[in-house]
């Protein structure tokens, strides 16, 4: 099963939606948020989580629309996939330069096929897994003793891949900075000792 | 005390023969109220007490009605009371000396009033000169449940005697075991019927004081007087009378702007009285201003007869455009809707006396007098008094645009003087010319303040002529908004769609897999759900594209009842009670289609709301008040918490989506009212719990 979470934010979708269960085949961990408000809590809160976002644009009077979501996520953070998941068809020009400035990955149709959604979710999840952190993740999940491991940085601080992580999901100045060290520096390691991939 | 003068007086007879007289009779529980009041009236009463006890719930609730006429004897009781269909008042035309009032309850009905009301009663009675009081005790619900094989059941009717020694009489009637629960809008419709029943022309004498009381109603919390008011405050008067020796009747004339009175010759009905009162808008206005609630009196033509309203006979559908609009008068409005004077701008007397009209005779379902040739000819009596009063407002107002005309032309002149006069005064002060400043400044600000007003009259009567142009246009106001509902109805019919397609693909995926057995059971009713809803969309928007055609007069009543008899087998199913009380020939400039939507939108939420109770009520009734139709929807349900009461109109927002509730009823029933100015509101409960809905039609769009 895949950890990667699945978060939802659709007022209109029931629990029992088939696209709910079929991402359930797949990933282990998906929530559902009714209330565009709790949505947005709960990413601000996780940010140090995998995740990808499928978003509504309509919400009913009262609760904060799907552009305003995306836009407050991505002042926290331009590394959560989030798919456009709307049934309104016609965007004025303001709604797609929104999209495209706020790093939307996907828009799909309220039309489509849980298929073509799962498609798209997929391509999002590959596309997570190409980051830094999610790499740093994955390898840990092999390691033994996951707390012990750490490396030291130029400013003296010592960070465990946990911390590592944190720095660069919340996309912090250290964290930005260890991830280019980090590509930098395989590369180096790959090119200089000519060891093999 | 009850001594041994008690006794037994047994009815004997078909019980289905007494609900057919009874029930079918007596059409309405206002006009049960009516008919026991004119008992008393008969009965030579002054005064008059309606009483209303905790009826807003039937089981406990109870109706007296009590006089203080003559009373019954036990002779009287077992005649009168005991016997149905008695022509005792046939008999005698004319109540005891010293009033000798006409008897208006003719035909011996206002006892089958009290089975409309309630089944079980209690008439309590005296005589001025009798010691004793007497009670008779009358109880159908022993009946009601008996399934006796026997068609003749024996009716027992227990009466009582008491000795009281006092000086009055009366009669005091006590219902209980009500059939209705009685809400303040019900007495309200009481009071308005009431108000009716004595003319307010007629100084009668002795007076024939009505007063009304509730104790569950801040408004009728003491007895509250019925009163007429309105006459005050007509635009027009006319009135017409005969002249019994010279055998000449009366009648106006439209003649050069003016009204003038004619005699002719006695026509078949037999002389007549006719007091006519016209309201025009502004006078409407005034008289709204000062009697909210009474605006209702302004409801066209009543015969009354001997001083007593015989038609439209007073059932509390009656009201406004004429009860049953029998003149026809608002039959008239297809044609010329705006040249044609209606029963709302109308307050008619036409007095005839028993004796004189002869011909004019009461149909026996009381409903309206049986048609012959004086009847057809008293119709047409009224309804050319009526052209020639559209005649004279007519000219009126065509002589009125004319003097405007004429004044704004004047005006133009004056302006046109001032210009030059000013010319003038700027010249000599130029050549130093030795004038008298301020007489010349004076001229002018005279000529100034005459063009002005001639200027404000011209555009006043301007406006008014735009007003009636921008009120046809306003007729299609509810379209122009029609895309932003296009864009709503696209967004829930693609959700829609999404669910859908979902849950098919599901099912085609998986349908041989025992795992989902349980989803795809569910996703097929789902999808069920959800085909509903779309088809309630579509049906939505295809009321738009027959939009235009559907504005029209339409009858209110018979739209009411053609919408709720579409939903007898919903109702039926949910043993849902309904209770639609609408006022006859309420006609209505309205889409017939969206007035049926709107309803059935109320009725869909009401039956979600109640279908999982015990016990399910809904309720409409509708009226006019002033300009508006008000219609009051309410059920039992959960009701409407405080917090929603602005929330529900809003587009999605929905309680029942579980049921298929697409949340755009309520907006939907909101935009459309608020395109003709009119509103929807969320009113404290009607019926104690539950929710309860105030819409309003305006009549006139302005």
Same mark, same amino acid.
């Given at each position: 099963?895949?950890?990667?979470?699945?978060?939802?934010?659709?007022?209109?979708?029931?629990?029992?939606?088939?696209?709910?269960?079929?991402?359930?085949?797949?990933?282990?961990? =998906?929530?559902?948020?009714?209330?565009?408000?709790?949505?947005?809590?709960?990413?601000?809160?996780?940010?140090?989580?995998?995740?990808?976002?499928?978003?509504?644009?309509?919400?009913?009077?009262?609760? =904060?629309?799907?552009?305003?979501?995306?836009?407050?996520?991505?002042?926290?953070?331009?590394?959560?996939?989030?798919?456009?998941?709307?049934?309104?068809?016609?965007?004025?020009?303001?709604?797609?330069?929104?999209?495209?400035?706020?790093?939307?990955?996907?828009?799909?149709?309220?039309?489509?096929?849980?298929?073509?959604?799962?498609?798209?979710?997929?391509?999002?999840?590959?596309?997570?897994?190409?980051?830094?952190?999610?790499?740093?993740?994955?390898?840990?999940?092999?390691?033994?003793?996951?707390?012990?491991?750490?490396i030291?940085?130029?400013?003296?601080?010592?960070?465990?891949?946990?911390?590592?992580?944190?720095?660069?999901?919340?996309?912090?100045?250290?964290?930005?900075?260890?991830?280019?060290?980090m590509?930098?520096?395989?590369?180096?390691?790959?090119?200089?000792?000519?060891?093999?991939? | 005390?009850?001594?041994?003068?008690?006794?037994?007086?047994?009815?004997?007879?078909?019980?289905?023969?007494?609900r057919?007289?009874?029930?079918?009779?007596i059409?309405?529980?206002?006009?049960?109220?009516?008919?026991?009041?004119?008992?008393?009236?008969?009965?030579?009463?002054?005064?008059?007490?309606?009483?209303?006890?905790?009826?807003?719930?039937?089981?406990?609730?109870?109706?007296?009605?009590?006089?203080?006429?003559f009373?019954?004897?036990?002779?009287?009781?077992?005649?009168?009371?005991?016997?149905?269909?008695?022509?005792?008042?046939?008999?005698?035309?004319?109540?005891?000396?010293?009033?000798?009032?006409?008897?208006?309850?003719?035909?011996?009905?206002?006892?089958?009033?009290?089975?409309?009301?309630?089944s079980?009663?209690?008439?309590?009675?005296?005589?001025?000169?009798s010691?004793?009081?007497?009670?008779? @005790?009358?109880?159908?619900?022993?009946?009601?449940?008996?399934?006796?094989?026997?068609?003749?059941?024996l009716?027992?009717?227990?009466?009582?005697?008491?000795?009281?020694?006092?000086?009055?009489?009366?009669?005091?009637?006590?219902?209980?075991?009500?059939?209705?629960?009685?809400?303040?809008?019900?007495?309200?419709?009481?009071?308005?019927?009431?108000?009716?029943?004595?003319?307010?022309?007629?100084?009668?004498?002795?007076?024939?004081?009505?007063?009304?009381?509730?104790?569950?109603?801040?408004?009728?919390?003491?007895?509250?007087?019925?009163?007429?008011e309105?006459?005050?405050?007509a635009?027009?008067?006319?009135?017409?009378?005969?002249?019994?020796?010279?055998?000449?009747?009366?009648?106006?004339?439209?003649?050069?702007g003016?009204?003038?009175?004619?005699?002719?010759?006695?026509?078949?009905?037999?002389?007549?009285?006719?007091?006519?009162?016209?309201?025009?808008?502004?006078?409407k206005?005034?008289?709204?201003?000062?009697?909210?609630?009474?605006?209702?009196?302004?409801?066209?033509?009543?015969?009354?007869?001997d001083?007593?309203?015989?038609?439209?006979?007073?059932?509390?559908?009656?009201?406004?455009?004429?009860?049953?609009?029998?003149?026809?008068?608002?039959?008239?409005?297809?044609?010329?809707?705006?040249?044609?004077?209606?029963?709302?701008?109308?307050?008619?007397?036409?007095?005839?006396?028993?004796?004189?009209?002869?011909?004019?005779?009461?149909?026996?379902?009381?409903?309206?007098?049986i048609?012959?040739?004086?009847?057809?000819?008293?119709?047409?009596?009224?309804?050319?008094?009526?052209?020639?009063?559209?005649?004279?407002?007519?000219?009126?107002?065509?002589?009125?645009?004319?003097?405007?005309?004429?004044?704004l032309?004047?005006?133009?002149?004056?302006?046109?003087?001032?210009?030059?006069?000013?010319?003038?005064?700027?010249?000599?002060?130029?050549?130093?010319?030795?004038?008298?400043?301020?007489?010349?400044?004076?001229?002018?600000?005279?000529?100034?303040?005459?063009?002005?007003?001639?200027?404000?009259?011209?555009?006043?009567?301007?406006?008014?002529?735009d007003?009636?142009?921008?009120?046809?246009?306003?007729?299609?106001?509810?379209?122009?908004?029609?895309?932003?509902?296009?864009?709503?109805?696209?967004?829930?019919?693609?959700?829609?769609?999404?669910?859908?397609k979902?849950?098919?693909?599901?099912?085609?995926?998986?349908?041989?897999?025992?795992?989902?057995?349980?989803?795809?059971?569910?996703?097929?009713?789902?999808?069920?759900?959800?085909?509903?809803?779309?088809?309630?969309?579509?049906?939505?928007?295809?009321?738009?594209?027959?939009?235009?055609?559907?504005?029209?007069?339409?009858?209110?009543?018979?739209?009411?009842?053609?919408?709720?008899?579409?939903?007898?087998?919903?109702?039926?199913?949910?043993?849902?009670?309904?209770?639609?009380?609408?006022?006859?020939?309420?006609?209505?400039?309205?889409?017939?289609?969206?007035?049926?939507? @709107?309803?059935?939108?109320?009725?869909?939420?009401?039956?979600?709301?109640?279908?999982?109770?015990?016990?399910?009520?809904?309720?409409?009734?509708?009226?006019?008040?002033?300009?508006?139709?008000v219609?009051?929807?309410?059920?039992?349900?959960?009701?409407?918490?405080?917090?929603?009461?602005?929330?529900?109109?809003?587009?999605?927002?929905?309680?029942?989506?579980?049921?298929?509730?697409?949340?755009?009823?309520?907006?939907?029933?909101?935009?459309?009212?608020?395109?003709?100015?009119?509103?929807?509101?969320?009113?404290?409960?009607?019926?104690?719990?539950?929710?309860?809905?105030?819409?309003?039609?305006?009549?006139?769009?302005?």
């Amino acid at each position: 099963m895949d950890k990667t979470k699945i978060i939802i934010i659709d007022d209109n979708l029931k629990k029992d939606d088939p696209l709910m269960i079929e991402l359930g085949m797949k990933f282990q961990d =998906i929530k559902l948020f009714e209330h565009s408000q709790d949505g947005i809590n709960f990413i601000i809160n996780n940010l140090t989580e995998r995740m990808i976002v499928i978003l509504d644009i309509n919400f009913s009077p009262g609760e =904060i629309n799907g552009h305003e979501v995306l836009n407050l996520v991505r002042k926290q953070t331009k590394l959560i996939p989030i798919i456009i998941w709307s049934a309104k068809d016609s965007f004025g020009v303001q709604d797609v330069t929104d999209f495209v400035n706020n790093h939307a990955m996907f828009y799909v149709s309220q039309t489509s096929s849980s298929d073509e959604i799962l498609t798209r979710v997929d391509a999002a999840n590959k596309i997570l897994k190409l980051d830094v952190a999610t790499a740093i993740e994955e390898w840990l999940e092999l390691q033994d003793n996951k707390n012990q491991t750490m490396i030291a940085h130029g400013n003296g601080q010592e960070y465990s891949a946990n911390d590592l992580i944190n720095e660069i999901r919340k996309q912090t100045d250290v964290g930005q900075e260890i991830q280019e060290n980090m590509l930098m520096l395989t590369i180096d390691l790959l090119f200089r000792k000519k060891e093999q991939i | 005390m009850l001594c041994n003068m008690d006794q037994n007086l047994n009815w004997k007879f078909d019980i289905s023969t007494f609900r057919l007289l009874g029930r079918e009779l007596i059409t309405d529980r206002i006009t049960a109220l009516v008919e026991l009041v004119k008992n008393s009236y008969d009965a030579n009463a002054k005064n008059v007490y309606i009483e209303f006890i905790d009826s807003s719930d039937p089981t406990i609730g109870k109706i007296i009605i009590k006089d203080d006429g003559f009373g019954m004897s036990s002779d009287d009781i077992k005649s009168k009371w005991m016997t149905i269909g008695t022509d005792s008042k046939r008999k005698t035309k004319y109540t005891p000396e010293p009033f000798k009032r006409r008897v208006v309850g003719e035909k011996g009905v206002g006892r089958f009033a009290l089975d409309k009301l309630g089944s079980d009663c209690k008439i309590y009675t005296k005589k001025q000169e009798s010691t004793n009081l007497k009670l008779l @005790i009358i109880d159908w619900s022993t009946y009601e449940n008996n399934n006796v094989t026997d068609d003749f059941n024996l009716v027992n009717n227990k009466l009582k005697t008491k000795r009281f020694i006092s000086d009055c009489s009366g009669v005091k009637l006590q219902i209980k075991s009500l059939h209705d629960f009685w809400t303040e809008n019900d007495i309200n419709r009481v009071y308005k019927e009431m108000s009716k029943i004595v003319s307010p022309f007629n100084s009668l004498y002795p007076p024939f004081n009505i007063y009304i009381r509730s104790n569950e109603s801040k408004t009728y919390s003491t007895f509250k007087l019925v009163t007429n008011e309105v006459i005050k405050y007509a635009t027009e008067t006319i009135e017409i009378t005969f002249n019994e020796q010279e055998q000449t009747q009366e009648l106006i004339k439209s003649s050069d702007g003016k009204l003038i009175v004619q005699s002719e010759s006695l026509k078949l009905f037999g002389p007549i009285k006719f007091r006519l009162y016209y309201f025009d808008q502004y006078a409407k206005g005034n008289f709204t201003k000062n009697y909210k609630g009474a605006e209702l009196q302004i409801d066209g033509i009543r015969i009354y007869r001997d001083g007593i309203l015989t038609t439209p006979f007073a059932e509390d559908q009656s009201h406004p455009t004429q009860t049953r609009d029998i003149l026809g008068i608002d039959k008239r409005r297809w044609s010329g809707f705006f040249d044609k004077v209606s029963s709302r701008d109308l307050i008619g007397v036409v007095e005839i006396t028993k004796e004189l009209s002869p011909h004019i005779v009461d149909s026996t379902n009381r409903q309206d007098f049986i048609d012959n040739q004086a009847y057809r000819d008293l119709k047409e009596f009224i309804i050319e008094q009526l052209i020639e009063l559209e005649k004279h407002l007519k000219t009126t107002k065509k002589s009125q645009y004319e003097k405007y005309n004429k004044n704004l032309e004047e005006a133009r002149d004056k302006i046109g003087g001032f210009t030059e006069e000013l010319k003038e005064l700027k010249k000599d002060i130029s050549e130093n010319k030795k004038i008298d400043v301020n007489k010349k400044i004076k001229d002018l600000e005279g000529s100034a303040r005459q063009a002005g007003i001639a200027l404000k009259q011209g555009l006043k009567k301007d406006k008014e002529k735009d007003k009636e142009f921008s009120r046809k246009e306003s007729m299609y106001m509810s379209l122009m908004s029609l895309q932003t509902y296009a864009m709503e109805i696209t967004h829930i019919i693609k959700t829609s769609l999404g669910h859908i397609k979902r849950r098919a693909e599901f099912n085609n995926k998986y349908y041989d897999s025992s795992q989902y057995k349980e989803n795809i059971t569910k996703y097929n009713e789902e999808i069920i759900i959800e085909i509903d809803k779309l088809t309630s969309a579509i049906e939505f928007m295809s009321t738009y594209t027959r939009s235009e055609k559907n504005w029209e007069n339409f009858d209110v009543k018979k739209s009411i009842h053609s919408v709720f008899s579409s939903y007898h087998p919903i109702f039926d199913k949910h043993a849902i009670q309904t209770i639609v009380e609408v006022e006859s020939n309420i006609t209505l400039f309205y889409n017939s289609v969206l007035f049926d939507d @709107i309803l059935k939108n109320l009725i869909n939420n009401a039956v979600k709301s109640i279908e999982h109770l015990e016990s399910k009520i809904i309720k409409v009734s509708a009226f006019t008040q002033g300009t508006d139709l008000v219609l009051v929807f309410s059920d039992n349900g959960n009701g409407i918490p405080n917090k929603d009461w602005e929330r529900i109109y809003e587009i999605y927002f929905t309680t029942t989506s579980e049921d298929g509730g697409n949340g755009m009823g309520l907006y939907m029933v909101k935009t459309n009212l608020e395109a003709i100015n009119g509103s929807i509101k969320v009113t404290n409960s009607e019926l104690g719990n539950g929710a309860t809905f105030e819409l309003k039609f305006p009549f006139k769009r302005d």
